[in-house]
Antibody, heavy 122, light 108 residues
Framework: EVQLLESGGGLVQPGGSLRLSCAAS????????MSWVRQAPGKGLEWVST????????YYADSVKGRFTISRDNSENTLYLQMNNLRVEDTAIYYC???????????????WGQGTLVTVSS | EIVLTQSPGTLSLSPGERATLSCRASQSVSSNYLAWYQQKPGQAPRLLIY???SRATGIPDRFSGSGSGTDFTLTISRLEPEDFAVYYC?????????FGQGTKVEIK
């Protein structure tokens, strides 16, 4: 059974940093691309970033480019999202999601974790 | 960026009725890479449909997807009580991948 467990969320001041983690189990983690998707309170879904399995390519939404960094540790079956220079508008539930293929292109998110809440406020 | 517009915003129906949800893209979706997700309050999204018309594992056959190019439809043939939720479409053929704003299916 695929399981994705996010952690690391919390309250942070504007300009601060947080690192989110996603512990994966139930599949061969290193074989698949992985994404972060967020949802602001009461709003819709917004794709944030994807780490492709092939060659370690990374992709970012313009709204987070230059501030967020996605990474993964295949030996620990863990996906990360380092978030720097956080803004109030980054407040959201952050979901970790698996893509059922190696590559970013043409890959949808098939399994999702339960999410971790990040609140950016002074 | 491809903008996805879902309609209607809210659909009020009774159990047993048919639900038809629309997702229109601002430009053609590459290879019909269009997915549908269901989200219930306090839960993560759940994949229903990918590649416009392929049902995900374990999804009941009352859910079906159709369409191509810029116009896509999710149909729920007979609503069950557990189907009342918010539904999102997503295109993943172009970067950035984008989601529609959602359609809420509520009990009438």
């Amino acid at each position: 059974e695929v399981q994705l467990l996010e952690s690391g969320g919390g309250l942070v001041q504007p300009g601060g940093s947080l690192r989110l983690s996603c512990a994966a189990s139930g599949f061969i983690f290193g074989t698949y691309a992985m994404s972060w998707v967020r949802q602001a309170p009461g709003k819709g879904l917004e794709w944030v970033s994807t780490f492709s399995g092939s060659g370690g390519s990374t992709y970012y939404a313009d709204s987070v480019k230059g501030r967020f960094t996605i990474s993964r540790d295949n030996s620990e079956n863990t996906l990360y999202l380092q978030m720097n220079n956080l803004r109030v508008e980054d407040t959201a539930i952050y979901y970790c999601a698996k893509i059922p293929q190696w590559d970013f292109w043409g890959g949808y998110e098939d399994y999702w974790g339960q999410g971790t809440l990040v609140t950016v406020s002074s | 960026e491809i903008v996805l517009t879902q309609s209607p915003g809210t659909l009020s129906l009774s159990p047993g009725e048919r639900a038809t949800l629309s997702c229109r893209a601002s430009q053609s979706v590459s290879s019909n890479y269009l997915a549908w997700y269901q989200q219930k309050p306090g839960q993560a999204p759940r994949l229903l449909i990918y590649s416009a018309s392929s049902r995900a594992t374990g999804i009941p056959d009352r859910f079906s997807g159709s369409g191509s190019g810029t116009d896509f439809t999710l149909t729920i043939s007979r609503l069950e009580p557990e189907d009342f939720a918010v539904y999102y479409c997503q295109q993943y053929g172009n970067s950035p991948r984008t989601f529609g704003q959602g359609t809420k299916v509520e009990i009438k």
